[in-house]
T-cell receptor, first 112, second 115 residues
């Protein structure tokens, strides 16, 4: 089955700096890569996703890049703000399959 | 509109007791998922429902775990003879259709503590 590894496990950044989280996956058939944000006491919420037919996708201050050859994808958060503090999970799947395989999560802390 | 709701939000139980966790998905969502989140870990897939059927129960850790879904809506995850290693947050998610390309909407979870 799919194995997703996520690094780093914790990340502390100064407000206004950028944060980068990296994930690798094992199944070359995977073609759908969502990112979820989980705030304290809440369930994860989808913040951005990318499919294998594109290499990069942006949505305001967040962006995701995908390298299918190397089987890795990354989340970039620019101009970080305190409300970006949360746990972020990457995931991978085959888009016509139901199962998402999640990384272990990255706890991001934005220091004011 | 209303999101996915789960109850109870917290449950403390003694080792050996049975517990039932409830999930109310978003209306109209045919797919429903249960995950387990242990401290500092990612989301561990437990079971997937399409309608009332569970085509994939492969993630259930042992035969002490079972789940059902009725009326294509509410789902209950039951853990019998709870053990301390069952302590975790149990998350439920629903989606419009049973493919990963459709966003999964998560509930807030039930924090289970087995003493």
């Amino acid at each position: 089955g799919e194995n997703v590894e996520q690094h780093p496990s914790t990340l502390s950044v100064q407000e206004g700096d950028s944060a980068v989280i990296k994930c690798t996956y094992s199944d070359s058939a995977s073609n759908y890569f969502p990112w979820y944000k989980q705030e304290l006491g809440k369930g994860p919420q989808l913040i951005i996703d990318i499919r294998s037919n594109v290499g990069e996708k942006k949505d305001q201050r967040i962006a995701v890049t995908l390298n299918k050859t190397a089987k890795h994808f990354s989340l970039h958060i620019t101009e970080t703000q305190p409300e970006d503090s949360a746990v972020y999970f990457c995931a991978a799947s085959i888009s016509n399959d139901y199962k998402l395989s999640f990384g272990a999560g990255t706890t991001v802390t934005v220091r004011a | 509109g209303a999101g996915v709701s789960q109850s109870p939000s917290n449950k403390v139980t003694e080792k050996g007791k049975d517990v039932e966790l409830r999930c109310d998905p978003i209306s109209g969502h045919t797919a429903l998922y249960w995950y387990r989140q242990s401290l500092g870990q990612g989301l561990e897939f437990l079971i997937y429902f399409q309608g009332n059927s569970a085509p994939d129960k492969s993630g259930l850790p042992s035969d002490r775990f079972s789940a059902e879904r009725t009326g294509g809506s509410v789902s209950t995850l039951t853990i019998q003879r709870t053990q301390q290693e069952d302590s975790a947050v149990y998350l439920c998610a629903s989606s419009f259709s049973g493919t990963a390309a459709y966003e999964q909407y998560f509930g807030p979870g039930t924090r289970l503590t087995v003493t």
